[in-house]
Nanobody, 126 residues
C-alpha cells in the first residue's frame, strides 16, 4: 500500500551535516504519520524523530533534540531528516517508516509503524 525509499546517507566527519530523504508512494499517503529510526551494529533499533502528517506535530529522541529536524513536503510525498552537528554515536542505518493511529500525536514504538524503507547508512568519523 505504501512504499518507502530512503536516500542521502554517507560517510562524514564529526560536526558535518547530512540531509536524508524518504520518498513515499501510495494513494493513502496523506493519512500516515512518518518516522525515522536508526540501528547501530549490536544495538536495538531506536526512534529518532517523527512527524504527524495530519496534525503537523513532531517528536525527537533526546539524543538528537536540537541537532536534527524532521520535515515534510506533501506535494512530493517526501519526508526529510536534516542532521546537523553529527557525532560518531550517530553512526547507524537510518530507516524511514509510516504508520497510522488515532489522534494527532507521534508514536515512538517501532511496532506501531506498518511500512518500512530499506535503510540508508550514515557513518560519522571522529
Amino acid at each position: 500500500q505504501v512504499q518507502l525509499s530512503e536516500s542521502g546517507g554517507g560517510l562524514v566527519q564529526a560536526g558535518d551535516s547530512l540531509r536524508l530523504s524518504c520518498a513515499a508512494s501510495g494513494r493513502a499517503f496523506s493519512s500516515y504519520a512518518m518516522g525515522w529510526f536508526r540501528q547501530a551494529p549490536g544495538k536495538e533499533r531506536e526512534f529518532v524523530a517523527g512527524i504527524n502528517w495530519s496534525g503537523g506535530s513532531t517528536s525527537y529522541a533526546d539524543s538528537v533534540l536540537g541537532r536534527f529536524t524532521i520535515s515534510r513536503d506533501n506535494a512530493k510525498n517526501t519526508v526529510y531528516l536534516q542532521m546537523n552537528s553529527l557525532k560518531p554515536e550517530d553512526t547507524a542505518i537510518y530507516y524511514c517508516a509510516a504508520g497510522r493511529w488515532l489522534g494527532t500525536g507521534v508514536v515512538r514504538a517501532a511496532r506501531e509503524y506498518d511500512y518500512w524503507g530499506q535503510g540508508t547508512q550514515v557513518s560519522v568519523s571522529s
